[in-house]
């Protein structure tokens, strides 16, 4: 069964970082991609940043654009999410997310889910 596993989440001041992780329990993934997305008390789920496996193409919200950072190393099957100078408006549940082939923003065409890792931005 493919799992998803976010981890890297915790409490951090304003103007400080977190790097998310989110494991990827099936090599397969390999044609698929990855999407972050967050999800904050009472609001939407919304797309934070992709990659694709394969070639390593990206993709950022305008919201998180120029503070964070996605990667992945196909060494250790695990995508990764750099967030700096972080606010306080990003708290939330971060997920990590897998499709195939391209990126899409739309959650809805995402096959595969992490539970979620709570970041708690405080000002």
């Known amino acids: 069964q493919v799992q998803l596993v976010e981890s890297g989440g915790g409490p951090v001041q304003a103007g400080g970082s977190l790097r998310l992780s989110c494991a990827v329990s099936?090599?397969?993934?390999?044609?698929?991609?990855m999407g972050w997305f967050r999800q904050a008390p009472g609001k939407e789920r919304e797309f934070v940043s992709g990659?694709?496996?394969?070639?390593?193409?990206?993709r950022y919200a305008d919201s998180v654009k120029g503070r964070f950072t996605i990667s992945r190393s196909y060494a250790k099957s695990t995508v990764y999410l750099q967030m700096d100078s972080l606010k306080p408006e990003d708290t939330a549940v971060y997920l990590c997310?897998?499709?195939?082939?391209?990126?899409?923003?739309?959650?809805?065409?995402?096959?595969?889910w992490g539970q979620g890792t709570q970041v708690t931005v405080s000002s």
């Open positions: 997310a897998a499709r195939p082939n391209v990126i899409s923003s739309y959650s809805g065409d995402y096959e595969y």
């Open positions: 099936e090599r397969t993934f390999s044609s698929h991609a």
């Open positions: 990659i694709t496996w394969s070639t390593g193409v990206t």
